[in-house]
């Protein structure tokens, strides 16, 4: 395939051949010629922009144990319509990915993924990290330190054990840090609305609070340098949890919602916007948005987590945590470029180039000779409104309803067409996703 006359993330206009899973060059726009004798496909960009397929290294799929939110096949359709060409499903299933067994089953599953995949680790009081790191593992974690959807939070003695074998693996640890001693049960007394969007989710952020994610952090970052373990932060959403990850030099990333959301859409949205961790203040919000374009923020990522309309009908506190979001990073993100909030290189690295660095897919993450062809072209002067009923995800819903997105017009996972929409219509290719740690 030669997609011609395609301008890079840096501005550059190229063309861009692929042969097989690989890109094969990248050259001046309109200097490579087609192959006549192999019919070589064409797709003639004219200056819409080429990024490297996103990389989300924070999903929950659902598989096994509860394919009615979410499957492989829903959520990595949806993962394909929003350039994401990369996942990495976190461990909090039914069962969860504690041990080798465990991890097996969802390798099973994943095998109908249209996207590459990674399949994170867990740590439970019942977890067997002989079995579990003797596999493929993307990483460990998340490790839950407070509960979260599955009731999976351990205890410090656990932590520190669980993140000692992971350095002694060479695994990287993926960390949700919320110190569950400094929520505020106070918020918990009253009356917390009705149910749904009448819910009054405000005080699920008082509940669970900004204090409890940086000490978290800290506490992470310090039992991390005891054993000299790569550390990754999930989801950060407070200013001084991401301070306390990079001045320790830990990773972190961002959502999409804890960067464009806060506690002023909570009237809107109810128990849609309840997550862990949960929605901020809107002074924290843009604090979390300037450290996402400066570049002290390494990545984002989704924390994709559907969960059905009627589950999320239910009262404040009854309700599950958690949004959906895999096929809408990166078209909210390209949106913010297109109206001068960040630039177009800045995506390109927190949703690519620097997920494959830290996480070591060197293949990934480029638009490179040699690289993956996993490839995402985009036109950013078609925007379109977000809505949850044209998603791919199983679940059908987005607190994004009515924003705009630019969304790819091609996704190419390894040289493969996984996604294509033309004046409206959309096809997809065949599931080709594989593990990325084979």
């Not at 998603?391 to 996972?413: A, M």
Request: net charge negative; proline share 5%.
């Amino acid at each position: 395939m030669l997609i011609r006359d395609a301008r890079l993330a840096d501005g550059r206009r190229r063309d861009v051949r692929v042969d097989g899973e690989r890109i094969a060059a990248v050259a001046a726009a309109e200097s490579l010629r087609t192959d006549a004798d192999a019919d070589e496909p064409v797709v003639d960009a004219d200056g819409r922009l080429l990024l490297p397929g996103a990389i989300d290294v924070h999903v929950h799929f659902r598989q096994p144990g509860d394919p009615h939110k979410e499957t492989w096949v829903t959520g990595s359709k949806s993962a394909a319509a929003g350039g994401v060409t990369t996942v990495v499903d976190q461990p909090n299933t039914n069962p969860p990915t504690t041990t080798g067994e465990a991890f097996e089953e969802k390798s099973a599953l994943a095998r109908d993924s249209f996207v590459d995949y990674g399949i994170n680790g867990g740590v439970t009081e019942e977890w067997d990290p002989d079995s579990l790191f003797a596999r493929p593992l993307f990483a460990l974690g998340e490790v839950f330190l407070a509960d979260s959807t599955g009731d999976m939070g351990i205890d410090a003695d656990l932590f520190a054990d669980a993140v000692g074998r992971a350095a002694a693996a060479d695994v990287p640890v993926t960390v949700h840090a919320e110190d569950a001693t400094l929520f505020d049960e106070s918020a918990r007394e009253g009356d917390a609305g009705g149910t749904g969007r009448d819910a009054d989710a405000d005080r699920w952020s008082a509940f669970r609070t900004a204090d409890a994610e940086a000490a978290a952090v800290e506490r992470a970052v310090e039992v991390a340098a005891d054993s000299r373990a790569q550390v990754h932060i999930a989801h950060t959403s407070t200013p001084e949890g991401i301070d306390a990850a990079t001045t320790a030099g830990a990773t972190c990333e961002v959502s999409p919602h804890h960067l464009l959301l806060s506690r002023d859409d909570l009237d809107d949205l109810g128990t849609y916007g309840r997550m862990n961790p949960p929605l901020r203040s809107e002074e924290r919000r843009r604090a979390v948005f300037e450290r996402v374009v400066d570049g002290t923020v390494d990545m984002v990522a989704t924390d994709h987590a559907p969960h059905t309309v009627a589950e999320k009908e239910q009262g404040l506190w009854d309700a599950p945590s958690g949004v959906p979001g895999v096929e809408t990073m990166l078209p909210l993100l390209l949106e913010a470029a297109r109206r001068g909030d960040l630039s177009y290189e800045r995506v390109r690295d927190l949703t690519a180039t620097t997920p494959a660095d830290v996480f070591d897919l060197p293949r990934k993450g480029r638009v490179e000779a040699g690289a993956d062809a996993d490839l995402v072209l985009v036109d950013p002067d078609r925007p379109r409104e977000i809505r949850g009923d044209d998603l791919h995800s199983k679940c059908g819903w987005t607190p994004f309803e009515g924003w705009q997105g630019v969304f790819p017009d091609l996704t190419l996972v390894r040289g493969h067409v996984v996604y294509e929409r033309e004046d409206g219509a959309e096809r997809f290719g065949a599931a080709v996703g594989e593990n990325v740690r084979r």
